[in-house]
């Protein structure tokens, strides 16, 4: 059957077609599902995987090499070899790396927080400014727009382009606004457009000059190292381009083992200026000793360096690959040619991002929804939940299964061409 | 040889026993000592003990009779298996229940920098008040002082006696100053004096009637199970003492396995109303997915319930209870009946405190530190560091071994006494 473009149809033939659409829909509805795309959480195989991490330190003189002793107080930046470990994921010096508890979205929040309450490297507390902002390239992570809900800072929407925001935007923003403080960044295998932040974007942030002295790059590299394919996306180092100009204070670069080990109980991690984690200890001292320095030695042991790392992430790329080709086979099979879609092939990551007809998606999140699949709540990939086209959804292939993935891809085709049909219909 | 009070020596005599202990002083300082009284912490003995911990959870079907599965990512309150058993531990209902990460330190941080940047169940964000208070039972724990000090929170000291702080004082401040927004207490075997406070002291603090509405007692049980003898010290339920006077709000208690378990590898948790618990997860949503679960889980299969955990404790109580026993017994040798110093013997928790000759403290620490022992610095358990009489010393035992006590205990009474003199003979 030859693809055409439903903006093409006749009045009766989008009727028709919508009849017999509905009938398929009927029959989805009938069959009771219960399934989840809405989490991007790895599924429970791909923790199996991860089973010698638990023994990798099985008695006390598994932990006798390491001094000062894990076990104990202290480290509030971490031991040596985590940041050994980390300066080679993530490109930068150990010296320029710190350690946190199990989870980089905690750094991110305690980072954002320090500036509320103490400022940065000596600027003013944000919380005795009037006003705070923070660039936010949308479609984006949820959890960056909720720490800034939080504070209370004001989230300026950013396009995304192919290959990264767009930089005519964040330059007029940044270069000329002093209460834009701030931009959310996902560079690698974007959360949830997949996409991966070219070298001239990189360049381009890198050649930033702010307005605000406190002014940080937010560099989220949640997906550094989760390729889904032999030949992965490459990112241009940041803090190495930063400072060529000059401004290595400007970023802060996040990144965890909670989508490579355990999502409950990996190690996060920052890397920055030296001059930038000084800053950060001075009141980090009052709040910590250290983090937990047992599961760091035990990430270590298990892991030992980049080459150990890649290879578990093959394994894992071997489990949800399949998973994101389920899903993008669904997409270009159904919908492509229709002009109602429009969608991302990512080749890390954990998402895909879908564009539908605008003014269709909350229409399409009700129709799965009725149907019993549960997607990304609409809206949460941008700023205040506000979806100003109402045409995002994000797709989280990860947790639930390749046959339940088929089923649900179809499905979310289908009430992607219902939902677009009764707009095109009026 | 009868013990005569210092005051009472004739000038000649308190001459003569200067030069005598001067020589004793002067055998020490050349035997190049290396010893360290000064930190709060486990030795390694006391680590060696748990290392059952490591295998509790050695494979993926030790995680799999646990719903939601550990390893993944959620449970911002922790695990029901790990409020239940600190609920025990506590006192409390599981309900009443935060789990944290491996530090009851950063839960105390973050609860005050929660209530800086968002206030207290609705009240004004403490950093859009001119002034807050925090009252500090004297001489107390240095890590809490850094948190007010972080903040920009006066403290403002209030005296300790046998059974506990001085409720007058505090009664005065808390209910006639709305600036005063809380207190710092260890209320068992409490740092550094060791004392447990009475009943009586408990239902006090229980009935107060604070000027501010968002007062709060921040009870740091942080040796709730440390006991060093089979009979320990009775600690008054807070929680529900404040509850039967309606008054269940005012409190947030503390605690943490870190000296049960690992210090840098144990588990944090509060306690508190379930309103206080959701109004400080109405900003923990924003900071993190959750803590640690399979760290908790591996806690539970150890030590399976509170009558574990006191059996664990009682291994501690083995190795330590020695060490405080060695630095008493000379602290009673050598310095009872001379009236230059008074000290606590306590029943429990990580250290004894010694009060010299007023004016003495520095100078006694400093013959220390030449004779080469670290004690903990003068002045760090008082609120900016400043002992106004300049008379507190904190020891901790439990790092060093018992010969290096002993020595360090008897070159401590020896400086003890020099000090004394010195001030003394003018």
Known sequence: MKKVSYSSLSREAAAELYADLQKTYAEYVARGLRLDMSRGKPAPDQLDICEGLFTAISKNGDVADVSPDVRNYGGIDGIPEMKALFAEILGVSPSEVVIGGNASLTMMFDMVSRSVTHGVMGSTPWCKLPEVKFLCPVPGYDRHFGICECFGIKMIPISMNADGPDMDEVRKYVENDAAVKGIWCVPKYSNPSGITYSDDVVRAFAALNPA?????????????????????????GILDECRKNGKEDMVYIFASTSKISFPGAGVGAMAMSEANIAAAKKVMTYQMIGPDKINQLRHVKYFKNLDGVMAHMKKHAALIGPKFETVLNALDSELSGLDIAEWTAPRGGYFISLDVLPGTAKRVHKLMADAGVVMTGCGATFPYGNDPKDTNLRIAPTYPTVDELKTASELLCLCTKLAALEKIMG
């Open 212 to 236: 605000a002295e406190d002014f940080r790059i937010f560099w989220d590299n949640a997906y550094c190292v989760h390729d889904l394919y032999d030949e992965g996306d490459k990112l241009l």
